[in-house]
């Protein structure tokens, strides 16, 4: 793991789209693992501007989104796949048809689990993954007790990551989703290289678990200590407690 400590959220994102366009310059095909949340944004806006710069090529790149609600429709503002939309494919300028998030509306979950998966294969693998962490340190929404083979499937959601994401659903809990789907823990790490972005004290306790605690189920994000390249880029108060 490479830790990297920026004096802003906003700097740690601009070195994050520095590592994913590095990352995918030099791919023929290439893949790019996307992340929603708070975290990312900033990752998010420098990537923007390079592809309006001409420094980022986003034409040829295949997305594919972490995770999604289970039961909201795609249309939904809160939808992951609107929201990747908004944030993320319309303004790199992503090739639409070439950006996936799973469906949160299928009716069999499994299968839809299951393609999705077969589609990660079939596109060559993520070269780059974007990820941000839970509070409870959760990755993509692998909450704790997931395990670190998991794959793409249905999940509960934990009480305190509906609690945490009520703030997308006007501060109302009760609309939050119960369930989701994910990509599971094996299939993040998977991903050829990793670019986790932090940011806030209220992700310190769960990044200090990630770098210095005991690696273990209860901390979903430990199972990235074993992977070969991940960097993780914080600001000052994501690193207070490192
Ligand atoms: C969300 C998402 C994750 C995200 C994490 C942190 O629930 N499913 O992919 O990384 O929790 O969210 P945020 O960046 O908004 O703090």
């Given at each position: 793991m490479e830790i990297i400590v920026e004096d802003s959220a906003e700097a740690a994102g601009e070195t994050g789209s520095r590592a994913v366009i590095d990352a995918l310059?030099?791919?023929?095909?290439?893949?790019?693992?996307?992340?929603?949340?708070s975290s990312p944004e900033h990752l998010y806006a420098s990537l923007a501007r390079a592809s309006a710069e001409a420094r980022f090529d986003p034409r040829r790149v295949t997305a594919f989104a972490l995770d999604e609600y289970l039961g909201l429709d795609p249309a939904h503002p809160q939808s992951y796949r609107?929201?990747?939309?908004?944030?993320?494919?319309?303004?790199?300028?992503?090739?639409?048809?070439?950006?996936?998030?799973?469906?949160?509306?299928?009716?069999?979950?499994d299968a839809e689990c299951r393609a999705?998966?077969?589609?990660?294969?079939?596109?060559?693998?993520?070269?780059i993954q974007i990820l941000g962490i839970g509070a409870?340190?959760?990755?993509?929404?692998?909450?704790?007790?997931?395990?670190?083979?998991s794959r793409t499937r249905r999940q509960r959601l934990d009480e305190r990551t509906r609690r945490d994401n009520a703030?997308?659903?006007?501060?109302?809990?009760?609309?939050?989703?119960?369930?989701?789907?994910?990509?599971?823990i094996g299939t993040i790490r998977e991903a050829r290289q990793i670019v986790l972005v932090a940011s806030g004290a209220g992700k310190a306790e769960a990044v200090s678990a990630m770098i210095q605690g005991p690696v273990?189920?209860?901390?979903?994000?430990?199972a990235l200590r074993s992977h070969?390249?991940?960097?993780?880029?914080?600001?000052?108060?994501?690193a207070s407690q490192v």
């Open positions: 310059a030099s791919r023929p095909d290439p893949v790019l693992g996307l992340a929603t949340g609107s929201v990747v939309d908004r944030e993320v494919t319309r303004p790199l300028g992503l090739d639409p048809a070439r950006v996936h998030v799973l469906d949160g509306g299928a009716r069999n979950a999705y998966e077969r589609a990660i294969q079939a596109a060559g693998g993520v070269d409870n340190g959760h990755i993509g929404f692998n909450e704790p007790g997931s395990s670190f083979q703030r997308f659903f006007g501060g109302r809990i009760e609309d939050v989703p119960q369930e989701c789907l994910t990509q599971g273990g189920e209860h901390c979903p994000a430990t070969p390249s991940v960097l993780v880029l914080l600001d000052r108060e994501a």
